[in-house]
């Protein structure tokens, strides 16, 4: 099970790397076999669709901010709280709050489900 620690230093390498648009290094801190979910991915994103998910997102926007703001530990879970902001390419600055639900595996992310308001993001198009 990851320490609280563990946590904090593994989200801090992901917010580094997402930050700094660095897909590779992003993508390093996943596991083969990962998952993600999110309030517009109900069905299970595999590897494959995360890396092509990420590699839009960073296309469409520059990411600003990505600060997790609480992180805890219950057992194999890590719960978090944090902010993003972006520019959109044409130059809107749009930002939202979200919470997480992460599985780490061997100090890589396995299982990733997140929860926001989509309206918060569409209402910024």
Do not use: C, K
Request: aromatic fraction near 12%.
């Amino acid at each position: 099970m990851p320490t609280r620690d563990d946590a904090v230093t593994l989200f801090e390498r992901r917010r580094r790397a997402w930050l700094a648009g660095d897909v590779d290094a992003y993508l390093a801190l996943w596991a083969d076999d990962m998952e993600f979910r999110s309030p517009v991915h109900r069905e299970p994103v595999d590897r494959r669709g995360f890396e092509e998910l990420v590699r839009a997102s960073l296309a469409a926007a520059r990411p600003l901010a990505f600060d997790f703001t609480h992180v805890a530990v219950a057992g194999d879970a890590v719960l978090a709280e944090w902010r993003i902001a972006i520019e959109r390419r044409g130059g809107q600055r749009v930002e939202w709050w979200g919470m997480s639900v992460a599985e780490l595996r061997e100090g890589r992310i396995r299982r990733w489900r997140e929860y926001w308001n989509p309206a918060d993001v569409i209402a910024n198009t």
